[in-house]
């Protein structure tokens, strides 16, 4: 009898009593021998789908077979909890691995604000790690279940402070680790950690003020 096989998604494999018989997700024979034959179906991401069809003499086998998607999304919505200033882009690892996808950027009242979606993403647990100079990173498990779609919403913390500098008079150069930055008044976003400054004029009559000042996590103080 005639047995013909369709599937989707197209890139199906078609396998019948364990011989692949099908190309790009179909199968038809006009003459199939009776008896049973056991059906496979799978395709990349998609749930196999297994059965036994029974061919009889002159009584065609017509199927259709839709296979379940294996798959879901990661939408990414974060945002940094304090402006930086900075307009550097996170970089973005699924289970470890690097991901070569251009996260979307805006400004916000509070800082930025950084989106992108994964796309065909297998199911099951995965752990998604973003990392964004001057922030804490941000490490994440997630479970993506067939069609679904898991968001990633947690904020980026700030890991640097702000300093305020002054001076009298006002107009001195600014020097911070080695590095002139400005003239005062400044204010600037600092790493934390130990830092060294040097407030100095050009007019002769003032000596420079070199000093030593820590910056602590998310602080703000005036020098």
């Known amino acids: 009898a005639e047995v013909k096989i369709t599937t989707s998604p197209s890139d199906s494999e078609i396998r019948l009593n364990g011989v692949r018989v099908g190309k790009a997700g179909a199968y038809s024979k006009k003459q199939q021998s009776a008896g049973g034959y056991k059906l496979t179906v799978s395709a990349p991401l998609h749930h196999a789908h297994e059965e036994t069809i029974f061919v009889e003499p002159n009584k065609p086998v017509l199927r259709q077979i839709n296979l379940r998607p294996a798959f879901g999304r990661i939408e990414i919505e974060v945002a940094t909890e304090l402006d930086d200033g900075g307009t550097g882009q996170p970089k973005l690892f699924l289970d470890g691995a690097p991901v ?124």
């Not at 796309?119 to 752990?127: A, D, K, L, M, T």
């Open 100 to 223: 070569e996808t251009v996260l979307k950027a805006e400004r916000t009242s509070s800082g930025r604000r950084f989106t992108a979606a994964l796309e065909r993403i297998p199911s099951g647990e995965h752990e998604v790690e973003l990392q964004l100079a001057r922030f804490n990173t941000i490490v994440k498990k997630v479970r993506v279940n067939d069609g679904e779609t898991a968001v990633v919403n947690d904020p980026f913390s700030a890991r640097f402070g702000q300093v305020k500098i002054t001076s009298d008079p006002v107009g001195a150069t600014v020097e911070i680790d080695g590095r002139e930055v400005g003239v005062t008044p400044l204010e600037r976003n600092l790493d934390v950690g130990n830092h060294a400054l040097k407030i100095s004029t050009d007019t002769g009559y003032h000596r420079a003020k070199i000093q030593q000042f820590f910056v602590a996590e998310q602080s703000s103080q005036t020098i």
